[in-house]
């Protein structure tokens, strides 16, 4: 069972949506007991970092997130949901987040326009199995105004916007995330969460 994790921070039914495009009903959930029997966690997002944070802490999901990904269990975070997986945010005011990743979270700093908001080609930078089922070159959809600032061993790809390259895949192990939005991607975005699924026992 994957579990997409209710904490208030929208987007839900499209990821929800998108799993059930390649065949896999993933279960919407806040609920403690139903995260603790995952098989595969998602947390989506859409808002800003400290909402996210204040909205895991009054639903008390940080101990049980914690819980699952020492029990190893693959957890994808999507736009939102993976900045909250670095040490810290700087959106709005300086937070911590879930630091299951290192590295924090800032204002973009490019010569393009913020948002960056469009379809931007992947360019990767070492293997993993999330991206088993696409090809350097691919294009997603992103959507942020804040990037993440990963250490180089946890970052699998990148894009290219104005003079800056923008973390777009990271991951440790079980952890992972991307920035752009895999459920508005089409069918690259597909078979990255069909990689997700075939990662989930």
């Known amino acids: 069972m994957i579990v997409i994790v209710d904490y208030n921070v ?5 990821v929800q949506n998108a799993f059930l495009r390649i065949g896999v009903e993933a279960v919407v959930s806040r609920d403690i007991e139903v995260i603790r029997q995952a098989k595969g966690i998602v947390l ?3 808002g800003t970092f ?3 944070m204040e909205n895991l802490i009054k639903y008390q999901l940080i101990d049980v997130l914690q819980e699952r990904k020492e029990a ?3 957890i994808l975070g999507i736009c939102l949901g993976m900045q909250i997986l670095f ?4 959106e709005v005011q300086e937070t911590q987040g879930l630091r299951f990743l290192k590295g924090e979270v800032k204002l973009m700093n490019v010569s393009e ?3 960056h908001m469009g379809w931007n080609e ?3 930078v070492k293997k993993h199995p999330l991206i088993q089922n696409i090809k350097e ?3 997603v959809y992103f959507v942020h105004s804040y990037m993440a600032f990963p250490s180089d061993d946890e970052l699998v790809a990148y894009c290219e916007y104005g003079d800056q390259k923008i973390t777009a895949i990271v991951a440790k192990d079980h952890v992972m995330g991307c920035q752009f939005h895999p459920e508005k991607s089409g069918a690259i975005g597909q078979k990255i969460l069909l990689a997700f699924k075939e990662m989930v026992q």
């Open 10 to 14: 929208g987007n839900l039914m499209s």
């Open 44 to 46: 989506p997002g859409v």
């Open 50 to 52: 400290p909402v996210a």
């Open 72 to 74: 190893g269990i693959p």
């Open 87 to 90: 040490e810290k945010g700087y």
């Open 113 to 115: 326009k913020i948002p």
């Open 122 to 124: 992947l360019m990767f």
């Open 137 to 139: 070159g691919d294009y």
